[in-house]
């Protein structure tokens, strides 16, 4: 069964603490594998799309990481706005499926 | 450039009542997918839409249906509404289908009673 699992559910970090958030995943046929974030009452918001494995991807304190079996979306230095919901979602071809992501807090 | 933008925001129904959503996409984007947002299955797939056709579709009733105008607009629709039902609903458009970046709109709230 097509199934993408995310951990940990929830992470608080002190600011300056930098973490790692992992998304493994098991499909038939990836084509992509996709980093959102989402913010409270707003929709996800695109982040990063990776195609194939050791592709690596940054943008800010974010870098994204992919191997055969996972992904990890790195967070460097984090600041409190760098609080939300983190989701990662495949896509195989004719659907997407989406894990049900990692709530971070960042404490000043 | 204008987002996604979709209405109603809110929606309540009860048990058994059918519900329309709308979807507008940016523009110039031809696709359009369709997910529902609970907090234990997180964002299912329900469907996509480029140029007037359902291109994929998710694991969910036949309850669930879509269309696409010429315009791009899309509406999803859900008969005999039931209580799990209750959802957010997002739409999200891209230029094509697959791998193209997907912007989100914010959603319909709709509550079944």
């Known amino acids: 069964e097509d199934q993408v699992t995310q951990s940990p559910e929830a992470l608080r970090l002190q600011e300056g603490e930098s973490s790692s958030l992992n998304c493994s995943y098991t499909?038939?046929?990836?084509?992509?594998l996709f980093w959102y974030r989402q913010d409270p009452g707003k929709g996800p918001e695109f982040l990063f799309t990776l195609y194939s494995a050791g592709e690596e991807k940054e943008k800010e304190r974010l870098k994204a990481t992919l191997t055969k079996k996972e992904s990890f979306l790195h967070i460097t230095a984090p600041k409190p706005e760098d609080s939300a919901t983190y989701l990662c979602a495949v896509y195989t071809g004719n659907q997407f499926y989406f894990g049900t992501g990692t709530s971070l807090t960042v404490i000043p | 450039k204008a987002g996604v933008t979709q209405t109603p925001r809110y929606l309540i129904k009860t048990r058994g009542q059918q519900v329309t959503l709308s979807c507008s996409p940016i523009s110039g984007h031809r696709s359009v997918s369709w997910y529902q947002q609970t907090p234990g299955q997180g964002l299912q797939f329900l469907f996509e839409?480029?140029?007037?056709?359902?291109?994929n579709k998710g694991n969910f009733p036949g309850r669930f249906s879509g269309r696409q105008f010429s315009n791009s607009r899309s509406e999803m629709n859900v008969s005999t509404l039931e209580l799990g039902d209750s959802a957010l609903y997002l739409c999200?458009?891209?230029?094509?289908?697959?791998?193209?970046?997907?912007?989100f709109g914010p959603g319909t709230r709709l509550t079944v009673l």
């Open positions: 499909v038939s046929g990836l084509r992509g």
């Open positions: 839409y480029f140029s007037e056709t359902q291109r």
């Open positions: 999200a458009s891209s230029l094509g289908t697959g791998l193209d970046t997907q912007y």
